[in-house]
């Protein structure tokens, strides 16, 4: 309480069946909250508790970014991704140094034509014996080939869609 309180009002900030918090209003004269005031101080604390909430929600969700953002672009492997149209939405420092010296932020929102990649490596060229996915997506087989370091042997890549439904890999 401050020094000259005479009246307060303290209202829950609460989402859902969480507490936020406490709005608590104070005035240095008796009885100074109406039924009204407490309506609207219950009204503002739920908006402000939404928004409490939402700023937390958010800085976690901020940290949990930079988080993946440093682990991917520490990672000395190329990691990308490509939405539906094959532009690019991630891509590490290793990557984007690789293809042009470029940095991961210049890549976003471009394709491999907008980077100048030759079209006979995106649409294929098969008397080069390059191939492309076919229209339900699949990479033709390929030879297994041995690892130089390991009797394991390992085949092409895999790529892998991200969510729900399968989609065109490019």
């Not at 339900?136 to 729900?164: K, T, Y």
Request: charged share 25%; with cysteine.
């Amino acid at each position: 309480l401050l020094p000259q309180t005479c009246a307060e009002m303290a209202v829950p900030m609460v989402v859902g069946d969480r507490l936020i918090g406490v709005l608590d209003v104070q005035s240095d004269k008796a009885g100074a909250f109406s039924e009204a005031d407490v309506h609207v101080m219950t009204a503002l604390a739920d908006q402000v508790a939404v928004a409490v909430q939402n700023a937390r929600a958010y800085a976690q969700v901020e940290q949990a970014r930079r988080l993946l953002s440093s682990i991917i672009d520490t990672d000395p492997d190329w990691i990308f991704v490509k939405d539906r149209d094959y532009r690019y939405v991630i891509t590490n420092q290793a990557f984007a140094e690789w293809y042009g010296n470029r940095t991961p932020q210049q890549m976003v929102g471009m394709n491999d034509y907008d980077l100048g990649t030759p079209a006979f490596l995106i649409e294929g060229d098969p008397a080069q014996s390059i191939s492309v996915p076919s229209e339900n997506g699949d990479l033709p087989e390929r030879p297994r080939v041995p690892h130089p370091h390991s009797p394991i042997r390992a085949s092409g890549r895999e790529q892998l869609p991200i969510g729900g439904e399968r989609s065109r890999k490019h």
